[in-house]
């Protein structure tokens, strides 16, 4: 994948429509997580010392029309606290407020315009929104990494319908230069943990990963139903019976390719899921009809850890088991612990993604010591499926 640089843009005195995820969490008007924003923070810096007028896009929620809850004023207010300069504010993202309010920026200011989803021609991808919206700019840079799976008038048509020069911001470069370093050119032998509640979200990833990697390690509700795929009763825990034969054709695919598939062979069981909840440590071949199995054992996190350290390159999606309930987190930390350290001493490269993943490394407070940790969700699993983005695509040249 090439990409022009940023690097090379020259911005001063420019209009540079800057695409950024602000859909962060909100309630009551005030913002619960400002991850996000300070990902992306270092572009809006960069771009507006270099003497560039700073417009911010951006979609919030799923708006029905124009709904005030959805407004980015009290993001934008958010946006100039973390870059610690002022955030003016149009009404609309198209139009004579938003023509006006770019009309009256000075050299290094920042504007963010409304909710791009205040407009229904936004989601459609509609040509002649796109239009306007490049309209307002004299180039583009993208580092909304997180919307790049949205085939959306702000962050794919912008580009196509104009001449635009686009280009990625730094989050955006950070993350297509990890998934470039996992999987175009990583290091071997690579491993593969994949987990969460369900085969069916994962079906294409697995597939894909297969072709990839030298071990895929599965864990979570999913892991169930491999192994019930193996003929072992599972008893209450979560398992898809549908799904039973995708696994079992995923496992002979595997061994075909000479992949190899790790399953747990211990679980922490217990018969609800609560915090604290009375449990056991058994074989999977001793689940009980009651039982749910809600984590992995100490024998898999001994394997688990094993095969890690033998591994060059790691990519991670997914936890272990029901990890916001104690005592069913241990498995994922003690796991999350071990990829820090190997990445610490330099002997792996880790790369993790996804909103679970994320949550369970943060609880793990591990995530600054892997490799690159990605806060998107669906552009993160998509592009482990090997998908070509269409946030990405307008970006690459020839």
């Not at 034969?245 to 069981?269: C, N």
Request: hydrophobic share 45%; aromatic share 4%.
């Amino acid at each position: 994948m090439r990409f022009r640089n940023l690097d090379d843009a020259d911005v001063k005195g420019k209009r540079v429509l800057l695409r950024v995820d602000l859909n962060v969490p909100m309630q009551d008007g005030k913002i619960l997580d400002a991850t996000r924003i300070e990902e992306i923070a270092p572009t809006i810096v960069e771009l507006s010392d270099k003497g560039g007028k700073v417009i911010l896009l951006s979609h919030l929620g799923r708006p029905k029309g124009r709904d005030p809850k959805y407004s980015l004023r009290p993001v934008a207010a958010e946006v100039a606290k973390i870059v610690k300069r002022p955030v003016a504010f149009a009404k609309d993202c198209v139009g004579p407020p938003a023509e006006a309010a770019i009309a009256a920026m000075k050299n290094g200011e920042v504007l963010c315009l409304e909710n791009t989803r205040f407009h229904p021609e936004e989601e459609k991808n509609d040509k002649t929104f796109a239009k306007r919206l490049a309209a307002l700019g004299d180039l583009f840079v993208d580092d909304a990494f997180s919307a790049a799976h949205r085939e959306h008038a702000a962050n794919s048509s912008i580009v196509t319908v104009s001449n635009l020069p686009a280009y990625p911001g730094r989050a955006m470069a950070a993350e297509l230069q990890a998934l470039e370093k996992a999987f175009e050119r990583p290091e071997h032998p690579v491993a593969a943990i994949v987990g969460g509640a369900k085969i069916s979200t994962k079906l294409e990833l697995l597939g894909h990963l297969l072709v990839k990697v030298e071990t895929l390690i599965i864990g979570g509700g999913m892991a169930n139903t491999f192994l019930a795929a193996q003929g072992k009763s599972v008893g209450a825990s979560l398992c898809e019976p549908d799904l039973v034969s995708a696994a079992r054709d995923i496992l002979a695919k595997a061994k075909s390719l000479g992949r190899e598939i790790v399953l747990p062979v211990d679980a922490v069981v217990a018969q609800k899921l609560a915090a604290h909840a009375p449990s056991r440590v058994v074989s999977v071949d001793r689940i009980g009809p009651a039982d749910m199995i809600l984590d992995i054992g100490p024998r898999t996190i001994e394997y688990v850890i094993s095969v890690l350290a033998r591994t060059k390159t790691l990519v991670w999606n997914g936890p272990f088991g029901a990890f916001e309930y104690e005592p069913f987190d241990s498995g994922t930390v003690e796991v999350a612990e071990a990829v820090a350290e190997l990445t610490q001493a330099g002997r792996l490269v880790s790369f993790a993604g996804g909103g679970d993943t994320v949550a369970a490394l943060n609880a793990a407070s591990v995530t600054s010591r892997l490799s690159h940790v990605s806060t998107a969700g669906g552009a993160f699993l998509e592009s482990l499926e090997g998908k070509t983005l269409p946030g990405v695509e307008v970006l690459m040249i020839a």
